[in-house]
């Protein structure tokens, strides 16, 4: 490794796992098909300011993840890749981060190349990369802004200082208006404590300012612009997505106080086995300012997230920078000493559970089979059975081989993320990627002059495929309902009890489209008040229903 350039490796090993496989799947429900789409509508609408989701308002986010989306598909197509490519650059731009504060910190460029490594092979970092949501953008800007305030505090000139506070408030201002809040608060929950530790409060106070300065005036214009355009934006965001998500008792994605935890745990497989060290390391260097302000980056947003009613695993990804940091630093330490157990129990560890999974695999598809008998099926498995042997070979070679072969475990992870989703079993990839079945039927759809669905996911891939935001929704409104609330959305609002009038109605137009998930005991007396006749496709739980014009 030492003999390698690390920054053409780290970029090739993107081309091949991140890149390439962008447009060999399709688009996971819920969010892949939500952000395609809301993205979608502001390049056919050219509405930049405020987001809608299907032609409705969606207040849920600012605009800004969604602009850097539709760039994408402006550029690239809206397509598959030209969905995704903002998210895996966003990834790249925070491994770059990772190698350049790394070399600021340290300045060896093993640990530069291992701290790197490491964040873009953590599972939870590699499987969002490719993943079309506004995760990766977020962790990109606060990483960003922590990077320049450590970039500001141990700056060497006056120029270099003030540059570096600025691009903090480039960065937090991008932040909020990616997901709000949270982009200004989690500088600070770092800033304020090291700097009284460091009794640098004075410098805090000089040229914080500055950041505050920068942030404020690029947020200004888009904060005004929809403000005037939607005056109910700000209290529907701050109070629905902000304080009552953080406090409510019925906060969606509700869980206890340790669930990040187990995830954090999860989250940097297949280097887990390396925490236990990482900790007992980074307890032992705690006086040393660069290990003080990584811990509290890694420490306090894990314990504020940890406070929060409401939860998602993707919520700690800001809390990965610093563990890759603390980890790299530990690792190349302990290779330098020639002490090699850690890494050979890492090894050994994930050769275990790929071992479990590939015996799991071979007695389901015996016992009860995920897989069918055709060739798609059946090639599908053989990607599933490559991931796997690729799994434990790379991880038995670490085990081997750990002072050389050390970094064999993102080798893994790579093959991982770029075979396994083009290797799930029709079972799952028919029901979660739903714009697939759309494709496959998309001439017939394209005559329609109606479309129903009784699933936002669904009805999302539908309005995404045929560029069509006027999708009409079936007994369902889920993250819609503050939408659907408008009296101009009331034609949007299908029931059980007038769906066959709406029908009616709609048929008399032209024909109609009816994308149906047919899975709950719910979903199942959605379908039976359908009327009968039309022609009908059936994938896994998704039946669509071409119904012709009736005069």
């Keep these: 490794m030492t003999r390698l350039k690390p920054l053409p490796v780290l970029l090739l090993g993107f081309a091949l796992f991140f890149l390439l496989p962008l447009g060999f799947h399709g688009l996971w429900t819920p969010d892949e098909t939500r952000y395609a789409q809301v993205s979608q509508e502001m390049l056919m609408s050219g509405n930049w300011v405020a987001p809608h989701f299907m032609g409705l308002r969606y207040f849920e986010k600012p605009a800004a993840g969604y602009w850097l989306i539709a760039l994408g598909q402006a550029v690239f197509g809206e397509n598959l890749f030209g969905v995704r490519i903002a998210s895996v650059l966003a990834t790249a731009l925070s491994v770059l981060l990772a190698y350049l504060i790394a070399r600021r910190l340290w300045d060896d460029p093993r640990k530069s190349f291992a701290c790197a490594l490491l964040y873009m092979s953590f599972g939870l970092v590699a499987g969002q990369a490719g993943y079309a949501n506004l995760d990766p953008q977020f962790t990109l800007w606060v990483n960003l802004s ?60 000089r040229y914080g300012p500055l950041a505050v300065l920068v942030a404020a005036l690029m947020c200004l214009p888009w904060a005004l612009a929809i403000h005037l355009q939607e005056p109910d934006y700000w209290r529907f965001f701050f109070w629905h997505e902000h304080i009552r998500r953080f406090a409510a008792d019925n906060a969606q994605h509700a869980r206890p106080l340790w669930f990040f935890l187990p995830i954090m745990v999860l989250a940097c497989m297949p280097w887990a086995a390396l925490l236990p060290d990482t900790v007992l390391k980074t307890w032992q260097e705690k006086r040393q300012p660069a290990i003080a302000f990584l811990a509290l980056w890694l420490l306090l947003p894990l314990g504020f997230f940890s406070l929060s009613k409401g939860k998602l695993p993707t919520y700690i990804m800001p809390c990965l920078l610093p563990l890759a940091l603390l980890m790299g630093h530990g690792l190349i330490d302990r290779i330098k000493q020639g002490k090699a157990r850690t890494i050979v129990i890492n090894g050994a560890l994930n050769v275990i559970l790929g071992v479990a999974a590939m015996v799991g695999l071979i007695y389901l598809q015996m016992c009860d089979p995920l897989y069918g008998n055709s060739h798609a099926e059946m090639f599908s498995l053989s990607l599933a059975f490559i991931v796997l042997l690729a799994w434990i070979l790379v ?57 129903l669905s009784n699933e936002l996911g669904s009805a999302s891939a539908l309005s995404w495929r045929l560029r069509r935001p006027e999708v009409a929704l079936y007994n369902t409104q889920g993250e819609l309902r503050y939408g659907l609330h408008d009296e101009h959305a009331a034609h949007r609002k299908v029931t059980l009890d007038n769906v066959q009038a709406w029908l009616t109605e709609a048929r008399q137009q032209g024909s109609v489209g009816v994308l149906m998930r047919v899975k709950s005991t719910s979903e199942h007396r959605e379908e039976g008040q359908l009327p009968p006749g039309g022609k009908r496709y059936r994938k896994g739980n998704l039946m669509l229903t071409i119904y012709p014009q009736q005069p």
């Design 395 to 451: 991880n038995l070679l670490q085990a081997v081989r750990p002072l050389t072969l050390w970094a064999m475990p993102a080798l893994g992870i790579g093959v991982l993320v770029a075979l396994l989703p083009a290797g799930m079993p029709a079972l799952i990839a028919d029901n979660e990627m739903p714009d697939q079945f759309v494709l496959e039927h998309l001439d017939e759809l394209q005559q329609t002059r109606a479309l």
């Design 146 to 205: 922590l990077v320049a305030l450590w970039f500001a505090l141990d700056s060497r000139t006056p120029r270099e200082r003030l540059g570096a506070w600025a691009l903090l408030g480039v960065a937090c201002a991008m932040g909020f208006m990616t997901k709000g809040f949270l982009a200004w608060l989690l500088p600070v929950l770092i800033a304020v404590p090291f700097m009284i530790w460091q009794r640098r409060v004075g410098e805090l106070l």
